[in-house]
């Protein structure tokens, strides 16, 4: 069964250090997002893509963020100047279509520690 | 904006114990509303989209309904391995769903 891969499913960084998160979306699939999930929280929106631009993004991807889809698989969300509040999960999604039309699926998540 | 609410945050139920999550929203216009399962440390795993009043999805223990103002998950006799978070999520809009803050569910021998 098709599946969205992230890695690395751990990170550690210091605070200030520069970190990529890899994903690797459901091969036909269209519409790319990130989502973070705070220890304890509820799961927030973060950024989509799509046609190799950002659709939407919330007041959280602020200019320390980018994500960018530099092959024809690979989806990756970068964030510069890490900051102790940057600690959480980070999830990526994808799906065929606008999720108005369809389901997101959801990676296992990158675990992040900004120490 | 968009607000999702789940009860109960947690909820303890006997293995074959049934009941019932529930999810308000406020949305400026339905365009669906999707329920996961998330196990502790994992993604959210899909289960059901509803999106329209009155349409109701089953798979195995797990039934999902829609009102006009919220869904209910029904679990009926439960298993332990039915034990996870259930969340719900809207679209806000056409690329970002809006999540409430999940139903912890633990179910025991």
Known sequence: EP????TPSHQVTQMGQEVILRCVPI??????YWYRQILGQKVEFLVSFYNNEISEKSEIFDDRFSV???DGSNFTLKIRSTKLEDSAMYFCASSEDHITNTEA???QGTRLTVV | EDQVTQSPEALRLQEGESSSLNCS???SGLRGLFWYRQDPGKGPEFLFTLYSAGEEKEKERLKATLTKKESFLHITAPKPEDS?????????????LTFGTGTRLQVTL
Not at chain 2, 84 to 96: D, E, F, H, I, M
């Open chain 1, 3 to 6: 599946e969205v891969t992230q």
């Open chain 1, 27 to 32: 091969s036909n699939h269209l519409y790319f």
């Open chain 1, 68 to 70: 960018e889809r530099p």
């Open chain 1, 105 to 107: 699926f959801f990676g």
């Open chain 2, 25 to 27: 929203y406020t949305v």
């Open chain 2, 84 to 96: 996870a978070t259930y969340l719900c999520a809207v679209p806000g809009t056409a690329s970002k």
